[in-house]
């Protein structure tokens, strides 16, 4: 399961509910209520095309505890390895 953090705030993105395309995420300050993507892989393509691209993200794998963020040239990659 992998939830999406807001860097900067230290909030997490939840679905708002909205039918929208354009940012239709509400940020939340627990990550128990945090949208809870099944996949990097999804979770990834909210950020890509849901997100706000100015602002700085962070996604976590909560069962690993491992998080990504994204690198010079916009991919994700381990945290660890910034």
Sequence with gaps: ????QNIETEFYLK?????SLEHPYIEVACPGD???????KHAK???TWYCDMFK???IIDV???KSYVKNKIFEFVLEEAM
């Design 45 to 47: 393509y909210a950020v």
């Design 34 to 40: 945090a949208e809870a993507f099944s996949s990097l």
């Design 15 to 19: 679905h708002n509910g909205s039918e």
């Design 1 to 4: 399961m992998f939830i999406i």
């Design 56 to 58: 700085k993200w962070r």
């Design 63 to 65: 069962y690993e505890g």
